[in-house]
């Protein structure tokens, strides 16, 4: 007997189309297909938490879709297939491959298993804050250590802040900065450091780089067992709302992570949504294109207005207004244009996603008016 669900598969692919639903502005003529971002609450122009505006693939949503039958079942299985694919992708052994809700849990689980009380974390000033307030949980002493003035990781200093450090922390590129720190530097460090302390490298934004001076770093995980390498979903593949992540990591150190970790922590419609994401390459490409296009035309406008920005290697990008930025970022919001928070490190510099190009505009349009 067939088992009956209150919720079809019809309805269930009407909320999904009601949840990506597209703004007539936005639209973005791809070959046949049109890919757009999806509305915003109310008229808000959400600028503020580095997402990806064009929304997931539509191939993703079509699995999520055909996924729901799934949901009655544990993701064990499709958890496999998809860490596989990972595997395959990255060209590692699938048992370096550990799963997350989002990349965020690779990190809490990073600082749970590395740090402590006497083994505190290490990270760079500013960069995401997330993980040192995990290591806080695990009463593990945080080192900050301020970026070099060209806004690298200042990886001598980090090394020697090291001594006693159970995890150092490396966002790259970073964020909020949008920079990179070079293999080269990394790949340095790395031979350097005792094996004693891991080394959390945050890939998140790695699909936006252009620069050729960056490389991942997960090529280099055979070569050190204290090397964890994070990536998410949420950023290129525009999944952020379903939570998915993983990280490349020795087996030893999946062994610490995990057991910290719940049992099926990522979701099934999560799992086949990334699935169907790995496979649709075009789609990656378009993103990447699109967000370096209109990064590229903000940043002919601000050089006409005169502002000076950290060049970015990401979906969003810092720019220097020579003030305050709080009264800055009220004014905009009073304009129905939300972006990036103050960031204490940096308190003249204004941290603003990379939407669409009307989403830009809009963007640009309030900055003139605030800054008149």
Request: proline residues 5%; glycine residues 6%; hydrophobic residues 40%.
């Amino acid at each position: 007997m067939t088992a009956t669900h209150p919720l079809s598969r019809r309805t269930f692919s009407k909320l999904i189309g009601l949840g990506a639903t597209y703004s007539v502005l936005d639209r973005i003529p791809f070959n046949t297909r049109t890919y757009a971002a999806p509305a915003a609450a109310g008229n808000l122009v959400r600028l503020s938490s580095n997402e990806n505006p064009y929304g997931p693939s539509p191939n993703a949503v079509k699995a999520m879709t055909e996924g729901f039958d799934l949901v009655w079942r544990y993701p064990d299985e499709h958890a496999d297939k998809l860490s596989e694919e990972l595997a395959k992708t990255n060209n590692v052994p699938s048992d370096q491959i550990l799963l997350g809700d989002g990349s965020g849990e690779i990190l809490k689980l990073s600082a749970a298993a590395f740090t402590g009380r006497d083994r505190k974390l290490v990270m760079a000033n500013p960069t995401f804050e997330a993980i040192s307030r995990y290591a806080n949980v695990a009463n593990a002493q945080v080192v900050k250590i301020d970026l070099t003035k060209d806004y690298r990781h200042d990886l001598e200093k980090m090394l020697s802040a090291a001594n006693g450090a159970g995890l150092i922390y490396i966002c790259n590129p970073n964020n909020p900065t949008a920079s990179i720190t070079p293999r080269s530097e990394l790949t340095e460090f790395l031979s350097k450091l005792p094996t004693t302390t891991n080394v959390l490298v945050d890939e998140a934004y790695h699909h936006y780089v252009e620069t050729k001076d960056y490389e991942s770093v997960i090529p280099l995980v055979n070569e050190h067992p204290n090397l964890i390498v994070a990536r998410t979903f949420s950023k290129i593949y525009g999944m952020a709302g379903l939570r998915c992540g993983y990280c490349v990591t020795q087996g030893s150190n999946i062994r610490a992570m995990r057991a910290h970790q719940s049992f099926d922590s990522v979701n099934i419609l999560a799992i086949v949504a990334a699935r169907a994401s790995l496979k649709d390459t075009e789609y990656v490409d378009r993103g990447r294109k699109l967000n370096s296009e209109v990064r590229k035309s903000v940043c002919a406008e601000l050089d006409t207005m005169g502002y000076r920005y950290i060049p970015s290697q990401a979906n969003f990008m810092m720019i220097d207004l020579r003030r305050e930025v709080r009264p800055v970022i009220s004014g905009l919001f009073t304009r129905g244009v939300e972006v990036g928070r103050v960031f204490p490190a940096l308190p003249t510099f204004l941290r603003v996603t990379i939407g669409t190009s009307p989403q830009m505009q809009a963007f640009m349009t309030a900055f003139r008016e605030v800054m008149a």
